[in-house]
């Protein structure tokens, strides 16, 4: 068996003209281990047929040279090649790659996403304010707590998440939503989404009726779903859902009475009260998810149903995504004494404690006073933005816009014919991110229109898609 043996200057002639192959090959062993480690990796070229049947191999010093490797480890490699099967030498001609040989069956290539956050569309639900003032202050914070990190950030603390933290929560939610709680009732979530499921696993059981506003937040339509309970819808007009509507035998009901989800309507007192004297009366929960009333343009938030119930029967669920940033990943959930242990014990299973670094920043921005100035500067953001989507909407008449007293969505109405589905697609054409509202039905037949954010764009970036959707409406 004779393998390639060429003077030095056919070496150089052969390595202007064969491919350079040591560019396929992975970095080799130290030592030790190179020949097999040579002869498995060009073996898996030649299956992949990287190196095609019938190729040239370059001779064994020069490939050595590439690979900076002896030249004997190139040898034993090609001669094992050659013992399987998978390479021939030819005498005077060098070595090749066999013109049959196993071949692996090519897998299908491998989409890799960008690297690059895609940026949702203007109009796009669930996008938080930048707000460049708090995150510089948020960034102090944090780098205050870094510079002097507390005992607390190195061991894991309690599933309620921290004491201090959770006594300015409440100290904010009895002045600014009327909510009676005190810190011992209060967890500390992930978010919202993380608050729901923690009630459902606390206080329900799979097969259990749930009376859910319809249309409704589509989340929490999953989490309830998704646990095996039974959905009722409630339809929700001017004034909110009406318990008196409902289906019997519920264990209990979500709703959003501050500011429904998606519809935007406020429930009324007589309807809160009615609802309260349900929850009394049944032995039910009352699953009240405040997400957004901090957004209020015409007058102070709206005080919480938790605040009027003098039986125990509210859960209140709140989060800082909206009002801050998703990113912070903080919410808090106010849990009435009978759940309380249960929840604590689940919460601790699940995610163990909330994250003190975010914490503790978080407890300095609501105790310092900068979370009460982001409020005001949010909120006067958030109006100019939802006042440049109605007049962008409004432009041509096409499209049916109330203007919303609080809130980070509106609802428009369409021309009639138009399917909600359809004119989804539509504004994404037209650069305008929405949700067709027909897609939150719970059990009610499904209502048509489309649900618009409106906070963390630039007004003139929501001016200009909205006018852009209402002109190709008009086209229709």
Not at 6 to 11: F, I, L, Q, Y
Request: one cysteine or more; glycine letters at 10%; charged letters at 20%.
């Amino acid at each position: 068996m004779a393998l390639d043996r060429k003077s030095t200057n056919s070496d150089q002639k052969i390595r202007t003209t064969l491919p350079d192959w040591s560019s396929l090959v992975p970095v080799l062993p130290a030592a030790g281990r190179r020949t097999p480690s040579l002869y498995r990796e060009l073996r898996r070229l030649i299956e992949a047929g990287d190196i095609p049947p019938g190729s040239k191999l370059p001779p064994t010093r020069d490939l050595a040279h590439r690979l900076k490797t002896s030249r004997g480890s190139v040898v034993a490699a090609f001669e094992t090649l050659i013992a399987e099967g998978f390479a021939v030498a030819r005498t005077g001609a060098g070595t090749f790659v066999a013109d049959r040989v196993p071949t692996l069956k090519p897998s299908a290539p491998i989409e890799r996403e960008s690297s690059a956050p895609k940026m949702p569309l203007p109009g796009t639900l669930g996008v938080a304010m930048a707000d460049a003032r708090t995150l510089k202050q948020f960034r102090t914070l944090l780098g205050r707590h870094l510079a002097r990190p507390g005992p607390e950030h190195f061991y894991y603390g309690d599933p309620r998440g921290g004491d201090a933290l959770r006594q300015a929560v409440a100290a904010y939610l009895r002045q600014a939503r009327g909510v009676r709680c005190e810190a011992r009732s209060i967890i500390i979530t992930t978010g919202t989404q993380q608050g729901i499921d923690l009630v459902i696993r606390s206080a329900l059981s799979s097969g259990d009726r749930v009376i859910i506003e319809d249309p409704c937040y589509p989340s929490a339509r999953a989490a309830f779903s998704g646990n095996g309970l039974v959905l009722s819808g409630l339809a929700v007009d001017g004034e909110g859902a009406d318990i008196a509507l409902a289906a019997p035998g519920a264990r209990a009901i979500y709703v959003t009475p501050s500011h429904q989800f998606p519809l935007g309507v406020t429930m009324s007192m007589r309807r809160r009260l009615a609802l309260i004297d349900w929850a009394r009366e049944t032995g039910g929960w009352i699953i009240e998810d405040d997400y957004d009333s901090e957004f209020r343009f015409a007058g102070p938030p709206l005080a919480a149903m938790q605040g009027m119930d003098d039986s125990g029967r509210v859960i209140y669920l709140g989060t800082f995504s909206k009002v801050l940033f998703p990113g912070l990943r903080l919410g808090y959930a106010v849990i009435p004494d009978p759940l309380l242990e249960t929840v604590v014990a689940l919460r601790s299973r699940s995610d163990r404690s909330p994250p003190t670094l975010a914490e503790a920043a978080l407890t300095d921005l609501l105790r310092e006073g900068h979370f009460a100035a982001h409020l005001r500067r949010a909120r006067r953001q958030a109006q100019a933005a939802r006042d440049a989507l109605v007049a962008g909407l409004s432009a041509t008449g096409a499209l049916s816009v109330g203007v919303p007293d609080q809130g980070l969505h509106l609802v428009a109405g369409l021309p009639a014919g138009l399917a909600d589905t359809e004119a989804v697609e539509i504004a994404a054409r037209a650069g305008l991110g929405a949700r067709a509202l027909s897609t939150m039905a719970v059990t009610n037949p499904p209502r048509q229109g489309l649900v618009i954010g409106f906070s963390g764009f630039a007004p003139e970036t929501l001016d200009a898609a909205a006018a852009r959707f209402a002109a190709a409406i008009s086209a229709i």
